[in-house]
């Protein structure tokens, strides 16, 4: 016998687990949210939310504390190159490019006329708290964290999972109709048989999460990303502020 029978099984509990757990409770439809983490995530992760996203979360209720939280749109007009940050050689912080990005921060007219949403920019490890906070208003006791599928059985009408609350050390077993495999292809795919195809491992990045003070450096106040040429390595980085809240001088980049 089930413990939970819900039309909806999520396992995920990033940003697609938790918009899919608050799309389903504004369609009326019960579901039940499980995530083997003990919280949201803990880095910046991906930032830039594009309108068709904005479009959704103005639907599900976050989209005004989405934007009053994330850079403001004169902020995250343009992205440009550079020829590293700063440095002994005269041309170390010169800009040798631009672009317009993200409809100009609201003043591109086409992009304005696409949507009723502007671009927005907040990383995941300041969205997903406001996503997860929404999704367990409309779903009260139904988003729950720290806790983890350990097996999957699937059958003509639905699924039986095994969910261990990592906290209280119990399993319990759900019965589900449908499961969204929001988990980014970590157990569910594997647990089904589904593996990943294609070259793997094609390049290597590391990601350094920092707060600091770059106003004297960063001097251009309508970029959101600049990309950094390190002529001394022959190789490109970027950086992007991250929060705490709003664009500022003291910030948190990646």
């Known amino acids: ?4 029978d819900v039309p909806v099984l999520i396992v ?12 389903l409770s504004q369609l009326g439809v019960e579901s039940l949210l499980v995530s083997s983490l003990p919280t949201t995530s803990v880095l910046p992760k991906a930032h830039v939310l594009n309108q068709r996203t904005m479009e959704v979360f103005t639907d599900v209720g976050v989209a005004t504390e989405i934007y009053a939280r994330g850079t403001p ?21 010169r800009q040798v490019a631009r672009l317009e990005s993200w409809g100009a921060g609201g003043l591109d007219t086409e992009w304005a006329a696409a949507s009723p949403c502007r671009q927005a920019n907040l990383p ?10 929404r999704a367990e208003a409309l779903a009260p006791g139904r988003v729950r964290f720290n806790a983890e599928l350990v097996d999957l059985e699937q059958d003509a009408s639905g699924v039986t999972a095994t969910v261990r609350d990592k ?28 593996e ?6 094609v390049m290597r990045v590391v990601s350094v999460y920092m707060s600091v003070d770059l106003s004297r450096w960063a001097r251009d106040p309508d970029v959101l990303i600049r990309w950094l040429w390190i002529p001394a390595r022959g190789i490109f980085c970027a950086l992007v502020p991250m929060g705490p809240h709003q664009h500022s001088s003291l910030n948190d980049y990646c």
Request: charged residues 20%; glycine residues 16%.
């Open 1 to 4: 016998m089930a413990d939970f």
């Open 73 to 93: 749109p004169e902020h995250m007009r343009y992205t440009a190159y550079y020829v590293g940050l700063a440095g002994p050689d005269p041309a170390f912080g």
């Open 124 to 133: 995941q490890i300041r969205l997903e708290p406001i996503l997860k906070a």
């Open 167 to 194: 906290s209280a050390r119990t399993d319990l077993v759900v019965r589900a109709r449908y499961l969204l495999a929001c988990d980014g292809g970590r157990t569910v795919g594997r647990r089904l048989g589904v």
């Open 12 to 23: 995920g509990g990033g940003g697609a687990g938790l918009t899919s757990s608050m799309l």
């Open 196 to 201: 990943m195809q294609g070259a793997r491992d």
